[in-house]
């Protein structure tokens, strides 16, 4: 069995203004911030002379890499991301950074989504990615249309109720 795996499918580009800033803000964090902290701590185990029975020091050494993988990943993706800003030009259809409630035919449930970018998604707080299959069948939509969509446990069927933006 070899270890190849397909290459992952690329992420919609695109972010809000707050998402944007949030991953700014943990980039300059990480650099200006924890890597230092860790690279003093990993000099320090280092200095204590035996790095192979040397817990602390292999322990800095893999949270320096995981920071180092991440402020890279950072890096990369802000060059490359494009901030949505303003509203659509057709306020009443479901577009990026829409919050839609949507009920769901069959059982009558209802729930609130924002349709963010896939950097920013946040289930809590209902941001779903505008490449999840919801997001995807809920575009161009607008109150009162009903829309089909094949989720994890099976087609369901959901009306759009409301559609508002910030």
């Known amino acids: 069995m070899s270890r190849w795996r397909p290459p992952p499918e690329h992420s919609t580009p695109i972010i809000t203004r707050a998402g944007f800033e949030r991953l700014r803000a943990e980039l300059d964090e ?31 050494k893999k949270q320096l890499g995981e ?48 349709i963010v970018g896939p950097d920013e998604t946040d289930a809590r707080a209902g941001d779903i990615s505008v490449d999840s299959p919801l997001a995807r069948a809920a575009l161009k939509k607008r109150v009162d249309d009903e829309f089909e969509v094949a989720l994890p446990g099976g087609m369901r069927r959901f009306v759009v109720v409301s559609v508002q933006y910030d």
């Open 30 to 60: 990480l650099w200006r911030m924890r890597r230092p902290e860790v690279v003093k701590a990993l000099a320090a185990a280092a200095a204590e002379g035996d790095r192979s029975e040397n817990a602390e020091y292999t322990y800095r």
């Open 67 to 114: 920071i180092d993988r991440r402020v890279r990943y950072l890096s990369k993706r802000l060059e490359v991301l494009k901030v949505a800003e303003g509203r659509p030009s057709d306020p009443g259809a479901v577009f990026f950074g829409a919050r839609l409630e949507v009920e769901d035919t069959d059982s009558g449930d209802t729930a609130r989504y924002r």
